[in-house]
């Protein structure tokens, strides 16, 4: 049987950014030096099959401090922690090392500049999200309001209107969030924005590059986890650019295929935590049904590397 001709575009950049890189290394050498366990402490980044892979090197993944012993070494994860979680471990004396992306922990120390300048800081983020509960907990509980849409702004309750600070979610979506600081700048003309965008540099590239992916295709599939806040933002940014059906798929199982009958182009992306893998798996799917002619839509090219805390870089 001869397969249906099917133009396949992929993103780039797509997949893996620089601090779900270094996070995942983190994990790797904190095994190879301390060997096993070595404890996580919440998914070190969101995706399944990372976690699952590390649990298989001898990794344990939780969601509290509390449930690590004092005498092994904890991981905390790419997305960051309230500044009471080192505490707690300095206090009991355990070995840790901290995975937090240096983007941001940039916007940890924004926060706490700002608020030793006296101002108060309003947090543009998902509630919940181990992000914001990270970024806010760099304060006092209480002293950081948070917002998520422009109608949040309008009931927000502050302290000194001329006495403001903003920092966001590194990977919101770039179009909500100044929809966003827009509505802030009129209710509060005197706030303070980042120095540099909190919205990092991953987040903002691969939602470009579906921007301009989308449009061309019939369909669009984003890797990526269902907990994963960058990979849903990729799944709006492609309903919103123009591509008719946008769905993320945790791996080629998920690909419904019904849904898919009678499109003559698909475009591939996956967020920052979707591991190379699995994009190939699911491109492998296509290319077993389909006729594929592959065409690269690159945006912009990455070269961002994060090292590794010292720790790791020292013999055991
Ligand atoms: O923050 P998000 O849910 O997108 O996290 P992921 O999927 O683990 O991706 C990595 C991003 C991150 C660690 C925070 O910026
Ligand atoms: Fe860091 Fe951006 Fe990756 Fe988050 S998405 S881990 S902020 S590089």
Known sequence: MTKPPLTLYLAAPRGFCA?????????????????????????IVHNKFVVDGLRDKGAIFVEEL???????????????????????????NMI???????LVSKVHIEAQRHADAGLQIIMIGHAGHPETIGTMGQLP?????????????????????TRLAYVTQTTLSV????????????????????HKEDICYATTNRQEAVKAMAPKCDAMLVVGAPNSSNS??????????????????????????????GISSIGITAGASAPEVLINEVIDAFKTRYDVTSE?????????EFKVPRVL???A
């Open 66 to 92: 509390t449930e690590c012993p004092d005498d092994r070494p904890v991981i905390f994860s790419a997305h960051g922690v309230p500044k009471s979680v080192p505490s707690a471990a300095q206090a009991r």
């Open 232 to 261: 849903k933002r990729l799944v709006e940014v492609g309903a919103r650019a123009g591509c008719a059906y946008a769905q993320l798929v945790q791996r080629a199982d998920d690909i419904d295929w019904r849904a898919l009958e």
């Open 313 to 315: 870089r020292q013999p």
């Open 19 to 43: 601090g779900v890189d270094r996070a995942i290394k983190i994990v790797e050498m904190a095994l190879e030096k301390w060997g096993a366990p070595v404890y996580v402490r919440h998914e």
């Open 296 to 304: 690269l839509i690159e945006t912009a090219q990455e070269n961002v």
């Open 96 to 102: 840790y090392v901290d995975a937090t992306c240096p």
């Open 141 to 161: 509980e209480g002293d950081v309001l948070l917002v998520e849409t422009p109608e949040d702004v309008a009931t927000v309750n502050v302290r000194d209107e």
């Open 175 to 194: 179009d909500d969030t100044a929809d966003i600081v827009a509505a802030l700048q009129a209710r509060f003309p005197a706030i303070i924005g980042p």
